[in-house]
């Protein structure tokens, strides 16, 4: 290969070294996956927790819209400036 002459040696040694890289990476993603999996658990708990002490329903998702979804059919969605307060400026309809 040019006029280089490549021997067992080399080729042995790239080999061990990119494997020696490849299970360094391996055992680095495991560690990752294991800390994902634990910050997961937590975050479930942490909403179940929160489910028991209030639970969502169709009426605290509808509680503070002034036309909740079944009055009229509409959903409406306020830009956070505007809140829903004073008239329908600044509302989506949906």
């Not at 494997?19 to 179940?48: D, H, P, S, T």
């Not at 503070?64 to 306020?78: A, F, H, K």
Request: aromatic share 6%; hydrophobic share 25%.
């Amino acid at each position: 290969l040019n006029g280089k002459l490549i021997r067992v040696e080399h080729v042995n040694a790239a080999l061990n070294s990119q494997k020696e890289w490849y299970e360094r990476e391996k055992e680095e993603m495991a560690k990752r996956v294991k800390q994902l999996e634990g910050n997961c658990e937590e975050l479930r708990n942490a909403l179940e927790v929160s489910q028991k002490s209030r639970p969502v329903t169709a009426e605290t998702c509808a509680g503070s819209n002034r036309d909740p979804v079944g009055t009229s059919g509409e959903i409406l969605v306020y830009d956070s400036e505007d809140e829903g307060g004073g008239n329908d400026r600044g509302g989506y309809h949906f």
